[in-house]
């Protein structure tokens, strides 16, 4: 372990910090990396982070999200992994930690949280201002006021075939309130629940129809408004809603104007 010391003049110097060796195993996260000019000390992702595509062709990918490949990780001797509730499997996450010195565990749950999760990995890797210059950026998007928008009830499909949807303790949920957009049912057992349609579609304002990780397309919305008898369904980015990380900037951005557009829609 490297150790402080003092050089002639009395002047305490702390140790030298050792370069990061990161494998990122969350999409959103891996972005933050790279728009926090840590892409250098990116050593492994998985094949689900693509974004910037330019910046990750050369990285290796060490399997998708839910299947890490423990071995090749192993093989990039990483120093710190990064890993996500919702994304991870927790077996993968203490097999890890069996051999990587740092293990990272994130679960954001509201646009706010993105605020802590800039100042951890700011702390952690020794971009502080960097990360305090996307806090300023996201919180003047955050402070944009949203209470003269209608109250509407919405149903995010994430999935078909069985359908299923979001509930309220998950951060897709969270950001669509943040533009009065509440989504159903209002508590459900599970974060992710199956639903039935058309029955849960009564008295919904607007179906949201994911592009991911079901990628909805145009033909999808014609059939489910003929299933639920309504025409207020519609296509919505869906790394926009659930991306965290620095993407919540613009995500949040997007979905206000999705937000009016669907408004204007009405009359």
């Known amino acids: 372990m490297q150790k402080a010391f003092a050089d002639a ?8 910090m050792i370069a ?5 195993l969350v999409p959103s996260i891996t972005e933050l990396l790279c728009d926090l000019g840590l892409s250098p000390a990116l050593v492994g992702r998985t094949g689900f982070c693509i974004h910037p595509k330019e910046v990750l062709r050369k990285v290796p990918k060490v399997g998708g999200t839910k299947d890490v490949d423990l071995d090749k990780v192993r093989a990039l001797a990483p120093s710190h992994v990064i890993v996500n509730v919702d ?4 077996e993968t996450a203490i097999a890890l930690a069996e051999f990587v010195p740092h293990v990272v565990v994130t679960h954001p749950l509201s646009p706010t949280d ?5 100042r951890l990995i700011g702390h952690l890797f020794g971009v502080a201002a960097e990360a305090e210059r996307l806090c300023a950026e996201l919180e003047s998007v955050l402070e944009v006021p949203k209470d003269a928008l209608p109250h509407r009830r919405v149903l995010y499909l994430i999935w078909k075939d069985p359908w299923m949807t ?5 951060y897709i949920s969270r950001m669509l309130a943040h533009v009065n957009w509440w989504t159903e049912p209002v508590e459900a057992a599970l974060r992710y629940p199956q639903v039935e349609l058309p029955r849960i579609a009564q008295g919904i304002d607007e179906i949201l129809l994911s ?3 079901y990628p909805f397309q145009a033909r999808h919305v014609a059939d489910i408004q003929a299933l639920c008898g309504t025409d207020r369904v519609r296509l919505i980015d869906g790394e926009m809603v ?7 900037i613009q995500g949040l951005r997007y979905l206000d104007a999705f937000r009016q557009d669907a408004e204007e829609t009405r009359t």
């Open 166 to 170: 979001v509930s309220r303790d998950t």
């Open 9 to 16: 003049a009395g002047v305490i110097h702390p140790p030298a």
């Open 114 to 118: 993105n605020l802590d999760l800039f």
């Open 211 to 213: 592009s991911e990780p």
């Open 87 to 90: 994304e991870n499997r927790q």
């Open 242 to 248: 659930s991306w965290y990380g620095s993407r919540a």
């Open 20 to 24: 990061p060796r990161i494998v990122c």
